[in-house]
């Protein structure tokens, strides 16, 4: 899953969690796209992240029935990156995946507002929407080119469409004081 690491990190924003904790959010924040998640993707990024100085570990003792395990918590350098990665806005490109799990980490983790986040992107898209239309009514462009324009600019009202579906849901969220479960 692409922005794994970055998912991860935005979960441990909340508070410092175990491995299968982080999971169980994301297993959760994806539903029954989750079910296939892979238990080794959480370990591997949080190692790589502990790598990179932007979490921590320590042991916590385990139960009778279960061995040690390791909380893991955001380091300020980990810290930081959350932020930058909530501002950023990654159209052409998108992962939706990645996107619903940033609105749900941001939600939960009360690190911005998730219409908010919403409204970044669809500026974005709409800006990228703009200038594929205009490159899409040259007379100059090639036909076989303008064919794939204009599957970009389906793609790009496509994502417009996604984007007022996430936009409802988390108004609906907030103004009936629901939370989003990460």
Not at 103 to 123: E, I, K, S
Not at 140 to 158: C, F, K, N, Y
Request: hydrophobic share 45%; with cysteine; glycine share 8%.
């Amino acid at each position: 899953m692409p922005g794994v690491q970055d998912v991860v990190l935005a979960m441990l924003a909340k508070e410092p969690a175990y491995g299968y904790e982080l999971r169980g959010r994301m297993r959760a924040a994806l539903g029954p796209l989750g079910e296939s998640m892979n238990a080794g993707q959480i370990y591997v990024a949080l190692a790589r992240l502990g790598r990179a100085g932007l979490v921590t570990s320590e042991r916590a003792d385990g139960l009778p029935d279960r061995p040690d395990r390791r909380v893991y918590a955001l380091t300020p350098a980990g810290q930081q990156r959350v932020a930058g990665w909530l501002a950023e806005v990654s159209w052409p490109r998108p992962d939706l995946t990645e996107f619903h799990l940033k609105l749900v980490a941001a939600a939960a983790g009360r690190l911005a507002d998730p219409v908010a986040l919403v409204d970044a992107q669809r500026r974005e898209v709409l800006r990228r929407l703009r200038d594929t239309q205009r490159a899409a009514l040259d007379r100059s462009v090639d036909p076989v080119a303008g064919l794939l324009l204009e599957g970009v600019v389906l793609r790009l009202r496509a994502d417009l469409e996604w984007l007022e579906a996430c936009e409802r849901m988390w108004t609906e969220r907030g103004r009936t004081g629901r939370k989003a479960e990460a």
